[in-house]
């Protein structure tokens, strides 16, 4: 049974960081493409971050410079690392596997991050 495992969410106040971890089960995470998404209330599930399983990485405009998304096969987790949080960065966060072009694509059940004074 393939589980992804989110951690690390909680309330910072603005300006703070937080670091977000996945880590998988079931899988090895070394051949997909690791992912992290995010859905305030009343909008769409977006994506934020990914890192290729070679290890490129791609960022959603409003986050770059401030969020970098790593990875370690072998610990089998993924990690999102936010820093300077708004309180627009407030929503659930999912972390995703993808291998291939959408082929096999496993979710996390997500972590709550709020960030407010």
């Known amino acids: 049974q393939v589980q992804l495992v989110e951690s690390g969410g909680g309330l910072v106040q603005p300006g703070g960081s937080l670091r977000l971890s996945c880590t998988a089960s079931g899988i090895s995470i070394s051949i997909y493409r690791m992912g992290w998404y995010r859905q305030a209330p009343g909008k769409r599930r977006e994506l934020v971050a990914t890192i290729s399983s070679g290890g490129s990485t791609n960022y959603t405009a409003s986050v770059k410079d401030r969020f970098t998304i790593s990875r370690d096969n072998a610990k089998n987790t993924a990690t999102l690392q936010m820093i300077s949080l708004k309180p627009e960065d407030t929503a659930v966060y999912y972390c995703?596997?993808?291998?291939?072009?959408?082929?096999?694509?496993?979710w996390g059940q997500g972590t709550q991050v709020t960030v407010s004074s």
């Open positions: 995703n596997a993808v291998w291939g072009a959408n082929v096999i694509v496993y």
